[in-house]
């Protein structure tokens, strides 16, 4: 099935049911979003330069460390009884909730 183009530039593609209308609203609001987002990237971010201090800028760049040198990674803090703890505490915060009502 080739596609097929009528006057409000209906789209067909094979295998498809369903048409897609390509109306000149469509297209005109299209054009609106691109031009408004060209227009935003061109613009400067007022403040950004301000929000590092002086101080921060000046500052020299950390050490890049190897990765064996590199602190090691934190205990898991998941446990077996994890599971039975937090459905322990969500009823002692359920039935504290209903106390307070």
Do not use: F
Not at 43 to 51: H, K, R, T
Not at 85 to 94: D, P, S, T, V, Y
Request: charged share 25%; net charge positive; aromatic share 2%.
């Amino acid at each position: 099935m080739a596609c097929v183009a009528s006057p409000d530039w209906a789209i067909r593609k094979p295998g498809n049911k369903r048409a897609i209308r390509v109306t000149r609203q469509t297209k005109a609001s299209l054009l609106m979003i691109l031009c408004t987002g060209v227009l935003a990237s061109c613009g400067d971010v007022p403040g950004l330069d301000a929000a590092v201090s002086k101080e921060v800028e000046a500052a020299p760049y950390p050490e890049l460390l190897p990765a064996h040198a590199l602190p090691a990674a934190p205990e898991q803090r998941l446990t077996e009884s994890s599971e039975e703890e937090l459905a322990a505490r969500g009823a002692r915060l359920n039935r504290r909730a209903r106390e307070l009502q």
